[in-house]
């Protein structure tokens, strides 16, 4: 940090729109933050709202204080097509769509068409719960998604309802044959938790690789002010691997640098097993090792506010400045400005961040 300017953080301040703000120049590489973090891919929360009411991300006790947006307050398809345009104008290449859960966004599988249309876009990916991927599954990959991430805790159907709040197991895993079938990547996503599937490590790796997917736990992270969070029930990624390792034998590094992968991609890292290197498993360790020093991405929520980071409430409003009439260079203007006041990484120990994961979609 030292040495390193910090430009002031804009926190729901309504940007320059045209008219205002042409004194400042558009930024020549609006997409490198100020640690030389280059921003490849842009994850967008279409919705906020979600079939499922897990446990670690909204619990029914919080239920009641969370105000679900407005419709007039979300971004119409036409808006994120425009904002998505200019991304991919300054060069994302990649677009993750999430939620709350993407697929009860009515009209999803057209928004995927139309950002498939978005010239430069040449990778469009989600993340679901996959409860309603087994009638989706076809159609989204038809329409341009290529790859899903898969939320799957547990293989227990019991407590699989009890993590949800009201999910079904057998429709999810029925979701995750049918993204196979459709030519689809998936991956599943757990979020690793003793008392939920401390016990289940080694079977939902073997569930996953069964299926054709690849397995992946996230370490629980501190959202919601941490209201949510209790550090001891979090299992720590060594932990996961030693588990993993403990019955399977020896995990080896995989992907290019030492458990890393391609330059676009998630945070995950990724090991295989020493004897089936074609058996992969991806770790997210948010809350122990590496997570920021290559931070690849930026986060729209369904209301346009931009987050540098998923660890901090900083936020930009692009719906504000497209609705204000702004000009596509506004737009990178904002962005740049977004970027450049990035952070070096989060701090959910000490400070966690007052956004909903359901609202910012991991
Ligand atoms: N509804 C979709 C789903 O469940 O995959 C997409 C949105 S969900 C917020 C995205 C991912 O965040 C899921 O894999 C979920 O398990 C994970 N998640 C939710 N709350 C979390 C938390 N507090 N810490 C870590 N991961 C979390
Ligand atoms: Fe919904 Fe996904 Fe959050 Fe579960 S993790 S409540 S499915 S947004």
Redesign the pocket.
């Known amino acids: 940090m030292t040495g390193r300017v910090h430009l002031p953080v804009i926190d729901g301040t309504p940007v320059p729109a045209t008219g205002q703000g042409h004194e400042m120049p558009v930024p020549a590489d609006p997409l490198l933050d100020q640690f030389a973090r280059r921003i490849r891919y842009l994850r967008v929360s279409v919705t906020d709202h979600?079939n499922y009411r897990?446990t670690?991300?909204m619990p029914e006790s919080l239920i009641g204080e969370m105000s679900f947006e407005p419709r007039s307050a979300v971004l119409t398809f036409e808006e994120l097509e425009r904002v998505i345009s200019v991304f991919a104008r300054l060069g994302v290449r990649k677009i993750r769509l999430?939620?709350?859960?993407?697929t009860v966004r009515r009209g999803i599988v057209d928004l995927v068409a139309r950002i498939a249309n978005v010239p430069g876009i040449e990778q469009i990916v989600m993340?679901?719960?996959g409860h309603l991927l087994d009638d989706l599954a076809a159609p989204l990959k038809a329409a341009g998604v290529s790859a899903v991430?898969v939320?799957l805790d547990t293989l227990d159907a019991e407590r699989f309802a009890k993590v949800t709040g009201r999910g079904d197991l057998s429709r999810v895993l029925a979701g995750i044959d049918a993204a196979r079938a459709a030519g689809m990547a998936v991956k599943t996503?757990a979020?690793a938790l003793y008392g939920v599937n401390d016990d289940e490590i080694v079977a939902l790796c073997e569930a996953a690789w069964s299926r054709g997917a690849t397995p992946r736990f996230?370490e629980?992270?501190p959202?919601s002010h941490g209201a949510?969070y209790e550090q001891a029930r979090g299992i720590a990624a060594v932990t996961i691997r030693r588990t993993i390792e403990t019955e399977l034998g020896a995990l080896v590094a995989s992907g290019a640098s030492g458990g890393s992968e391609r330059k676009d991609a998630g945070p995950a890292r990724y090991w295989a097993l020493a004897r089936d290197p074609s058996r992969e498993v991806g770790v997210i360790s948010a809350m122990t090792d590496h997570f920021c020093d290559d931070c690849n991405r930026l986060r729209l929520t369904s209301t346009g506010a931009l987050h540098a980071c998923l660890g901090h409430d900083d936020a930009l409003s692009l719906r504000d400045l497209v609705r204000a009439g702004g000009s596509d260079d506004d737009l990178v203007r904002a962005i740049g400005g977004s970027v450049t006041g990035k952070r070096a990484g989060h701090t959910f120990s000490d400070a966690p961040p007052t956004t909903h994961?359901?609202g910012i979609?991991?």
């Not at 999430?98 to 993407?102: A, I, K, Q, R």
Request: with cysteine; aromatic share 4%.
């Open positions: 979600c897990c670690y991300c999430t939620g709350g859960e993407p993340t679901t719960n991430n939320s996503n979020v996230i629980h992270m959202m949510l994961m359901m979609g991991g």
